[in-house]
């Protein structure tokens, strides 16, 4: 795999994780997926070095979004996260100000703008 072009995603509504994993793959981005903050946090742990970019639901049972991106960070400091969730884009910077977030997506989505913006993400200096 290609770090530049693997994406983690990370969202416990198994829908909307499948639905993304295909839209990403369909644009020719290497997926890697988790159900939960926990096992978002053992993928990264194994593959991190390999990943260009984590798309995080904000709401997820066991660890929420909050305390995944916290301990993505002490993994990898540099780690590039897109906060992805239906709460509105004021919750978001509430709760993530001034942490490094690189991208915000607001659920529901359309396939334009989730290309848009991983790739965005993936592909920046």
Same mark, same amino acid.
């Given at each position: 795999?290609?770090?530049? @072009?693997?994406?983690?995603?990370?969202?416990?509504? %198994?829908?909307?994780?499948?639905?993304? %994993?295909? $839209?990403?793959? =369909?644009?020719?981005?290497?997926? !890697?997926? $988790?159900?939960?903050?926990?096992?978002?946090? /053992?993928?990264?742990?194994? =593959?991190?070095?390999?990943?260009?970019?984590? !798309?995080?639901? !904000?709401?997820?049972?066991? !660890?929420?979004?909050?305390?995944?991106?916290? @301990?993505? @960070?002490?993994?990898?400091? #540099?780690? /590039?996260?897109?906060?992805?969730?239906?709460?509105?884009?004021?919750?978001?910077?509430?709760?993530?100000?001034? @942490?490094?977030?690189? #991208?915000?997506?607001?659920?529901?989505? %359309?396939?334009?703008?989730?290309?848009?913006?991983? %790739?965005?993400?993936?592909?920046? $200096?």
């Amino acid at each position: 795999m290609s770090g530049a @072009r693997v994406v983690l995603v990370v969202d416990d509504e %198994e829908m909307i994780r499948t639905l993304t %994993e295909k $839209a990403l793959r =369909h644009f020719g981005i290497q997926v !890697l997926a $988790a159900a939960d903050g926990e096992e978002a946090v /053992r993928v990264y742990s194994d =593959h991190g070095a390999t990943i260009g970019c984590v !798309l995080l639901d !904000l709401s997820m049972p066991r !660890l929420d979004g909050e305390q995944t991106f916290s @301990r993505l @960070r002490q993994l990898d400091p #540099a780690a /590039r996260v897109v906060l992805m969730t239906g709460y509105p884009m004021s919750e978001a910077e509430a709760r993530f100000g001034g @942490r490094g977030l690189a #991208a915000f997506l607001q659920k529901p989505f %359309e396939l334009a703008e989730l290309r848009r913006v991983v %790739e965005g993400v993936l592909f920046v $200096a």
